[in-house]
């Protein structure tokens, strides 16, 4: 059984003394080289929730959190990488996909030898996701897809795309079915990658389904579940998110700190701000990883988690710059980063104003107490 205290030193030590290597390469040619996935494979990082009997770590969200917000406090964007693999990709096989699949799939993917991604984004459907035009039809015993996805974290690098279609859009959510699709599938094929602000190394590319096949067999779960099983992925996705941001506070407080401003005008406004943001962040955080353990129902607590962290993680970074830049130069370029970085945190996973839609709608209210 893995010792979560042991595996948290080992991700220090990789912390203090190999992540920035890897950053800087990703920095300089906006790549996610295969020789750091092998390094961070080995090291157990694309297996953090995968039960051990398929070769993951298998750690509690709690502690998985606590690994995403140190390497965020670093780089966002290698951590981006992992949270989308971890969750968003690996959760909808391992809660809603066969014992086949789980055995065909999560050993490779704890493993590292396949990365995965989460297509679900589209030109017309992004945060909506009832609103997809990819589809879907059967012949004999294969599945035939048909559309377009862009915006897929991972997918230069991936070989499992775990890909959602409808069966007709006029069907909407109801019409919504969720498949495994191997990068080797005839029909399916990657397009351009997308130039972003920020997340060098965290490639994001078009995905192309042009008469893809796949067995019958990669359904994942039963026709028609492809929304329930995306909505519950995402939940995974958000608290992924949320430690992201928080690790990013944290990265920016450190930052701060080291630059010795603290008898400068403007530093205990700034400091001061961020330290709250990140204390409440990080609580809020740990407390929607520990319920999610105990299998209670998260889904609003996820969204108030990836709404508030996000947004205070990017007015965290400008903060901070601008503080640093009245008196010196950004030396490593980290608040640099950490400004282009943060920014998308508000759009991944469902953007902040989907989250406002879900808050609102699902948070329930008595006079005596707060309950979700």
């Not at 920035?20 to 080995?42: G, H, P, R, T």
């Not at 709250?276 to 520990?290: G, H, I, M, P």
């Not at 950490?338 to 006079?367: A, C, H, P, W």
């Amino acid at each position: 059984m893995l010792d979560e205290r042991q595996f948290l030193k080992k991700i220090d030590q990789f912390c203090d003394e190999r992540i920035n290597s890897i950053v800087d390469y990703m920095e300089k040619y906006d790549q996610f080289s295969l020789d750091s996935l092998k390094e961070m494979a080995d090291l157990g990082l694309f297996g953090l929730i995968v039960p051990e009997e398929y070769g993951g770590s298998n750690l509690a969200y709690k502690t998985y959190s606590r690994v995403l917000m140190k390497i965020a406090s670093v780089s966002v964007s290698l951590a981006i990488i992992l949270s989308v693999h971890n969750s968003v990709a690996i959760t909808p096989i391992l809660y809603f996909g066969s014992e086949e699949q789980k055995k065909r799939y999560l050993p490779l993917m704890a493993s590292g030898k396949k990365v995965g991604s989460f297509a679900l984004t589209e030109p017309n459907a992004g945060s909506d996701a009832s609103h997809i035009n990819t589809t879907y039809g059967i012949n004999e015993n294969n599945y035939t897809i048909n559309g377009t996805k862009i915006w897929i974290t991972n997918s230069n690098i991936s070989s499992v795309f775990i890909t959602f279609a409808t069966k007709e859009v006029s069907m909407g959510r109801n019409g919504i079915s969720c498949f495994i699709v191997d990068r080797e599938s005839p029909g399916f094929s990657t397009g351009k990658k997308e130039n972003k602000l920020g997340l060098n190394g965290s490639d994001s590319m078009e995905l192309i389904y042009d008469q893809c096949t796949i067995p019958e067999k990669n359904l994942i779960g039963r026709e028609g579940d492809g929304f329930l099983i995306a909505m519950k992925s995402l939940e995974n996705g958000r608290i992924g998110i949320a430690a992201i941001s928080t690790g990013a506070m944290h990265g920016i407080i450190s930052y701060i700190h080291k630059a010795n401003v603290s008898n400068k005008p403007g530093y205990t406004g700034v400091m001061s701000r961020i330290i709250k943001w990140y204390e409440l962040s990080q609580t809020y955080v740990e407390r929607v990883s520990d319920e999610k353990d105990q299998n209670m129902d998260v889904t609003v607590k996820a969204s108030i988690a990836k709404s508030f962290s996000s947004e205070y993680a990017f007015l965290s970074a400008d903060m901070a710059l601008s503080l640093i830049s009245a008196y010196s130069a950004d030396s490593d370029g980290l608040l640099t980063r950490m400004f282009k970085d943060t920014k998308v945190l508000s759009i991944v996973e469902g953007t902040n104003e989907i989250q406002d839609n879900i808050i609102s709608k699902r948070y329930r209210y008595t006079e005596q107490n707060t309950n979700f």
